[in-house]
């Protein structure tokens, strides 16, 4: 009943720029966090960007200055803008929300959860 879509993955030049977005859909009351991580081939998933409802902000020191994470509250929407590009910027990037206080309608019941979405490819070529 809740889920996260990510869009604006692609492949990119270095020092290129891409935008990403993450819309979450449901009866959703309000989202604590919400955040950018991402997976390179072989590596763990790490932590990009993170935003909680009142706009406070968390970057990774690998993005610091070259990334800007916005939300908007209304929409339910979290933004990932990327500028100066470089190869090891290339992974498939997820988007999630923390703490996801939504309206459970098969149980009637108010819940909160994290949710995680499908994920984006981002590929920046060497």
């Known amino acids: 009943q809740v889920q996260l879509v990510e869009s604006g993955g692609g492949l990119v030049q270095a020092g290129g720029s891409l935008r990403l977005s993450c819309v979450a859909s449901g009866t959703i009351f309000s989202i604590n966090t919400m955040g950018w991580y991402r997976q390179a081939p072989g590596k763990q998933r790490e932590l990009v960007a993170t935003i909680t409802i009142g706009g406070s902000t968390n970057y990774a020191d690998s993005v610091k200055g070259r990334f800007t994470i916005s939300r908007d509250n209304a929409k339910n929407t979290v933004y990932l803008q990327m500028n100066s590009l470089r190869p090891e910027d290339t992974a498939v990037y997820f988007c999630?929300?923390?703490?996801?206080?939504?309206?459970?309608?098969?149980?009637?019941?108010?819940?909160?959860?994290?949710?995680w979405g499908q994920g984006t490819l981002v590929t920046v070529p060497s």
């Open positions: 999630n929300a923390d703490r996801l206080w939504y309206r459970d309608y098969a149980t009637q019941r108010d819940r909160v959860l994290e949710v």
